[in-house]
């Protein structure tokens, strides 16, 4: 049992350049998500997803996509990386705590990113 | 609209008690609790949900004001393991969407 499995761990990339971060799940949670952690920030979020076929954007989703195709994977997608994109995107899954509360989430490692 | 922490940094000596805050300007369905070490993940702490009481873990514990919308920790008896940055995670929508307003942080330093 894996957990949340984000790669890459490291990346650089130059500005207007894409790419992907993978995220993965084997505890069959229905809820996933994207935070980026800055420096003073907290976690803010990008994106999130209640179930298969279905995202919604959070506090700062400009600059980024996400898709849902399965219940374990949930990957974000920087579509032309802009230096304000360096940062440390955490991926999170959760499920319900019953009640339609949102119940613990559960972390990746996740991915630092340096935009040039 | 993020969550207020308060402090934004304390350090203590092993032994000692802590209490940080957490305000949110809209009304709360739930309060999360996260502690976050250097280089790593926020793990889990607590849930503190509308209408519930108060949640302990070991020597934490934390309690939920509804009407005031605000949350405090407390860190009793610290410990060198207890040292990390802590987030308090808002939901002010409720439903279980995954997704939470989280607090700046409080650095939180435990010395020997």
């Known amino acids: 049992n894996a957990g949340v499995t984000q790669t890459p761990k490291f990346q650089v990339l130059k500005t207007g350049q894409s790419m992907t971060l993978q995220c993965a799940q084997d505890?069959?949670?229905?809820?996933m998500s994207w935070y980026r952690q800055d420096p003073g920030m907290g976690l803010r979020l990008i994106h999130y997803?209640?179930?298969?076929?279905?995202?919604d954007q959070g506090e700062v989703p400009n600059g980024y996509n996400v898709s849902r195709s399965t219940t374990e994977d949930f990957p974000l997608r920087l579509l032309s990386a802009a230096p304000s994109q360096t940062s440390v995107y955490f991926c999170?899954?959760?499920?319900?705590?019953?009640?339609?509360?949102?119940?613990?989430?559960?972390f990746g490692e996740g991915s630092r990113l340096t935009v040039l | 609209q993020q969550p207020v922490q308060s402090p934004q940094a304390v350090i203590l000596r092993e032994g000692e008690d802590a209490v940080i805050n957490c305000s949110s300007s809209?009304?709360?369905?739930?309060v999360h609790w996260y502690r976050q070490k250097h280089g790593e993940a926020p793990v889990f702490l607590m849930i503190?949900?509308?209408?519930?009481e108060q949640k302990g873990h070991d020597k934490i514990s934390a309690s939920f004001n509804e009407k005031k919308q605000q949350s405090s920790l407390y860190l009793t008896a610290s410990q060198l393991s207890y040292s990390g940055t802590y987030f308090c995670?808002?939901?002010?929508?409720?439903?279980?969407?995954?997704?939470?307003?989280f607090g700046t942080g409080t650095l939180l330093a435990v010395q020997p």
């Open positions: 999170a899954s959760s499920y319900s705590s019953g009640g339609g509360i949102t119940g613990e989430l559960f």
């Open positions: 505890m069959n949670h229905e809820y």
């Open positions: 997803s209640v179930g298969a076929g279905i995202t």
């Open positions: 809209k009304a709360l369905y739930s």
């Open positions: 503190l949900l509308k209408g519930g």
């Open positions: 995670g808002t939901d002010p929508w409720g439903g279980a969407t995954n997704k939470l307003i």
